[in-house]
């Protein structure tokens, strides 16, 4: 049966306490063993041992092995969606004023928060009842899905609007000088990382919100990462080269900002297909 299941496609995992269930336990992708009643043959032959002989640990252990990926594709496309929007935003700053608002210490400061504190509230999601209900991931299916696609490529670009219109226009819109300018456009580019989270949670569903008044850890990232970034902007000026903001002008970033919510809610309202994305590239 094991050996049937393999050649049809399938992922197959075999659970077993016995010597008579090694040979079985040893074909399976996955053979998983009872730790307490089980074998010692049987627990030789198997990947996973159960040490309690409760078969509802498996039920866990899926539960989390599917949170964990679950994770990790949040987080990449929350750093893809940045990395994207910094790539096109340089690019086309350079080629038409020959100067990039990006530089490396701002870059440096961007991806600082997207690699430590904003990895940290996504990565330690908690596992819900709802992972339990999709299907199993196919083994072809890619780690970065046209969901994520679509979601990137939404926000990259509504990014991408608000930099380079700040960027060429954000002089004669605030009536600053080019420093303030560049300030505006930085803490502009943190808050959306900021505000971005939010939608990164859920990679379909449009309430992004649920559930969020449960995770604590959450909310406490998402404020030490604003007080971080009003410390570099209003107190660190040398090291940072920005120069502090009036309160109108926090207000119109953190503004800018959280239109971030309603775009991803527009965005997940694109249907998508099944067919790979790199194959619409190629066409």
């Given at each position: 049966?094991?050996?049937?299941?393999?050649?049809?496609?399938?992922?197959?995992?075999?659970?077993?306490?016995?010597?008579?269930?090694?040979?079985?336990?040893?074909?399976?992708?996955?053979?998983?063993?009872?730790?307490?009643?089980?074998?010692?043959?049987?627990?030789?032959?198997?990947?996973?041992?159960?040490?309690?002989?409760?078969?509802?640990?498996?039920?866990?252990?899926?539960?989390?092995?599917?949170?964990?990926?679950?994770?990790?594709?949040?987080?990449?496309?929350?750093?893809?969606?940045?990395?994207?929007?910094?790539?096109?935003?340089?690019v086309?700053?350079?080629?038409?004023?020959?100067?990039?608002?990006?530089?490396e210490?701002?870059?440096?400061?961007?991806?600082?928060?997207?690699?430590?504190?904003?990895?940290?509230?996504?990565?330690?999601?908690?596992?819900?009842?709802?992972?339990?209900?999709?299907?199993p991931?196919?083994?072809?299916?890619?780690?970065?899905?046209?969901?994520?696609?679509?979601?990137?490529?939404?926000?990259?670009?509504?990014?991408?609007?608000?930099?380079?219109?700040?960027?060429?226009?954000?002089?004669?819109?605030?009536?600053?000088?080019?420093?303030?300018?560049?300030?505006?456009?930085?803490?502009?580019?943190?808050?959306?990382?900021?505000?971005?989270?939010?939608?990164?949670?859920?990679?379909?569903?449009?309430?992004?919100?649920?559930?969020?008044?449960?995770?604590?850890?959450?909310?406490?990232?998402?404020?030490?990462?604003?007080?971080?970034?009003?410390?570099?902007?209003?107190?660190?000026?040398?090291?940072?080269?920005?120069?502090?903001?009036?309160?109108?002008?926090?207000?119109?970033?953190?503004?800018?900002?959280?239109?971030?919510?309603?775009?991803g809610?527009?965005?997940?309202?694109?249907?998508?297909?099944?067919?790979p994305?790199?194959?619409?590239?190629?066409?």
């Open positions: 049966m094991v050996q049937c299941l393999k050649q049809k496609g399938h992922v197959v995992a075999v659970t077993g306490d016995d010597t008579n269930d090694a040979p079985a336990l040893k074909e399976a992708h996955i053979g998983l063993s009872m730790g307490i009643q089980g074998t010692e043959v049987a627990k030789e032959s198997s990947d996973i041992i159960i040490l309690d002989d409760n078969f509802t640990s498996v039920a866990t252990v899926l539960r989390w092995g599917r949170c964990v990926y679950d994770n990790i594709q949040k987080l990449i496309q929350l750093q893809l969606t940045m990395n994207v929007a910094a790539l096109v935003i340089n086309v700053a350079a080629v038409s004023a020959r100067e990039v608002p990006f530089t210490l701002k870059l440096l400061w961007v991806n600082l928060i997207l690699d430590t504190l904003c990895a940290l509230t996504l990565a330690t999601g908690q596992p819900t009842k709802d992972l339990m209900e999709e299907p991931v196919r083994r072809t299916q890619p780690l970065i899905t046209n969901i994520m696609w679509r979601n990137i490529l939404g926000q990259a670009l509504y990014q991408i609007a608000v930099v380079l219109t700040l960027q060429f226009s954000g002089e004669s819109i605030f009536d600053v000088n080019e420093k303030v300018k560049d300030t505006l456009i930085l803490n502009t580019s943190v808050l959306c990382q900021v505000f971005n989270q939010f939608n990164a949670r859920k990679l379909e569903k449009k309430n992004v919100f649920e559930g969020m008044h449960k995770n604590k850890l959450f909310w406490g990232i998402i404020g030490i990462t604003i007080i971080l970034e009003v410390v570099v902007v209003e107190f660190l000026k040398k090291f940072a080269d920005t120069e502090r903001l009036s309160w109108k002008q926090w207000g119109a970033c953190i503004g800018m900002a959280a239109l971030s919510w309603p775009i809610w527009v965005v997940k309202c694109v249907p998508v297909s099944d067919k994305f790199l194959n619409y590239l190629n066409w």
